[in-house]
């Protein structure tokens, strides 16, 4: 098993490029799927964000991971 951390560092290498700021209302969730590898086997993840605002400006927060 990973680290929550461990999830979201690999996950949010791609989560602006699944999903756009701008197709989603704040406060809405996506998931991005993550697949990492440790002493030989794999373990499947989901990492979920949340847009928030981040002052002005709105951002993919870390919400929480499915194992």
Do not use: I, P
């Not at 680290?3 to 989603?24: I, P, R, S």
């Amino acid at each position: 098993m990973h680290t929550d951390e461990q999830v979201f560092k690999a996950a949010d290498k791609t989560v602006e490029l699944l999903y756009e700021l701008n197709d989603y209302d704040t406060g809405k969730s996506v998931d991005v799927f993550v697949t990492l590898e440790k002493d030989g086997q794999t373990f499947d993840y989901l990492a979920v964000y949340t847009k928030t605002l981040l002052g002005k400006n709105a951002a993919w927060v870390h919400s929480h991971v499915k194992k």
